[in-house]
């Protein structure tokens, strides 16, 4: 299968504190799962019990898991694939807090047992990671493709922000000129703007930067008839 250059599949958690003894459900979204057939990842869960795993767009069982103390390993495939959107949970993972923090520095996704990578229906194997929406500390600035893509109708590009405030969201064509301009209220964090075909007077390969203050950052996007 090839590898490089075929892009990254995010999982999306929520982040929040945590006490010692609290019940925490951890729900997994992405932004990008697009025709996917399978994934598996190692997963580090430091002051956290894990007590189950609970499916949701994604049928996942304790038979998907490996648990070795706070080590996690998990594997999944579907013949045929699976395609979310930024709203759908993919699966919920239960875990029981042994001490108190922040679920952003008390979860990771590596590589160390299981590599972390997903594959999907054109045997793309993707980079897996996952990061956590409301994260106060190290909150980075990030531009997400748009899903789904290629698209018509409408579609939705997720980003991140370090920092609440306007940004600016530009669609223009293999030529640089710019056919749709949208500007949007943005809190820290994750965030989302849609785009509909219907404002867009092309079809084809298509470009949207966003811009946030000093920060800016491209994607390609194809609409389809």
């Known amino acids: 299968m090839p590898r490089g250059g075929n892009g990254v599949v995010?999982?999306?958690a929520e982040n929040r504190t945590v006490t010692a003894g609290q019940m925490v459900d951890v729900a997994i979204r992405s932004t990008d799962f697009a025709g996917i057939e399978g994934y598996q990842f190692t997963m580090q869960a430091n002051g956290l019990e894990f007590r189950g795993v609970e499916s949701g767009l994604v049928t996942m069982t304790d038979e998907n898991?490996?648990?070795f103390g706070s080590t996690l390993t998990a594997s999944?495939?579907?013949v045929g694939g699976v395609s979310a959107t930024a709203s759908d949970v993919l699966f919920t993972l239960h875990f029981q807090a042994t001490a108190a923090g922040q679920l952003s520095e008390m979860i990771n996704i590596n590589s160390k047992v299981t590599e972390a990578e997903a594959y999907n229906t054109s045997s793309d194997i993707k980079d897996l990671k996952l990061t956590f929406r409301g994260a106060e500390i190290g909150a980075e600035f990030a531009l997400y493709q748009n899903e789904p893509n290629p698209f018509k109708?409408?579609?939705v590009i997720g980003y991140d922000l370090p920092v609440a405030g306007n940004v600016t969201l530009s669609v223009f064509d293999v030529t640089g000129k710019v056919l749709?301009?949208?500007?949007q209220e943005s809190v820290k964090g994750y965030n989302t703007i849609s785009v509909s075909s219907k404002d867009i007077p092309a079809v084809g390969v298509l470009y949207y930067r966003l811009d946030a203050n000093e920060y800016s950052a491209t994607k390609k996007?194809?609409?389809i008839e």
């Open 10 to 12: 995010n999982f999306v």
């Open 180 to 183: 749709v301009v949208k500007e």
């Open 153 to 155: 109708g409408t579609t």
């Open 65 to 67: 898991m490996g648990v």
């Open 76 to 78: 999944w495939n579907k």
């Open 221 to 223: 996007m194809i609409i």
